[in-house]
């Protein structure tokens, strides 16, 4: 196994391309998926998030009040 896959020269930066598993250790990386990280080892997931405040697209209004008949 070539390790070096796991990391990449950015600007003179070492970047980590890949996350570690918090449960199996630093020597387990996690898969990269296109919306997750997961272990293939414990099932641990990671979710990306691409923005912070998606959940609340919905403009707040008055708050809807139910009309019963
Ligand atoms: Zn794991």
Redesign the pocket.
């Known amino acids: 196994m070539n390790s070096s896959n796991y990391y990449k020269i950015e600007g003179g930066k070492l970047i980590r391309t890949h996350r570690s598993?918090?449960?199996?250790?630093p020597s387990?990386f996690?898969a990269n998926h296109y919306d997750r990280w997961s272990?293939?080892?414990?099932?641990?997931a990671v979710f990306k998030r691409k923005g912070s405040s998606k959940t609340t697209k919905a403009p707040r209004r008055s708050p809807r009040k139910r009309s019963k008949a």
């Open positions: 598993c918090p449960k199996c250790g387990y996690l272990c293939g080892k414990c099932g641990y």
